[in-house]
C-alpha cells in the first residue's frame, strides 16, 4: 500500500524542494487515488475470495463485492478523467480530488476489514 501512494509522495517533496507550492488537489486532482483504489479494492477483493471462510462466508462475500464494486467505479472513473485531460477538456479537479479521498478511505477499511478477517481464519 505504501508503494502505491508514493508518486503522490514523491510529487510533495519535489514541489517543495522547487519551492512550487501546489495544493493537495492539484497533486491529487488527475485521479491518482482513484486508480491506487482501484489496484486496493482488487486485491483485497481476490484475498476475500480465496480466504471465505465457512463461519464468516457471509461477511467475506460482502467484503468481496463491496470491493469489487468500488474497484469498477473507481477504474471507470479513472478512465473518464483520464480522457478528459487527454482530451483537453474541462473537469473539477476539486470534486475528483475530494471524492478520490473519500473512495481511498473507503478501501482502506474494507480492504482492512477484509485483512482482518482472513487473519482470523486458522
Known sequence: MVFAVLPI??????D??????RTLFDLIGHGELLIVSAGLAAA???????KRSSGNRFLSSLLMF????????TS??????????????QYD???VGQYSIVF????LITA???TFLSELEP
Open 16 to 21: 517543495a524542494t522547487r519551492q512550487t507550492h
Open 66 to 73: 463491496t470491493n469489487l464494486s468500488i474497484m469498477g467505479l
Open 112 to 114: 482492512g476489514a477484509g
Open 76 to 89: 471507470i472513473w479513472f478512465a473518464d478523467v483520464s480522457a478528459a485531460i487527454q482530451d483537453g477538456k
Open 44 to 50: 483485497a477483493a481476490g484475498q476475500a475470495y480465496l
Open 93 to 95: 479537479q476539486a470534486f
Open 104 to 107: 481511498f478511505v473507503a478501501t
Open 9 to 14: 509522495v514523491a510529487g510533495f517533496f519535489i
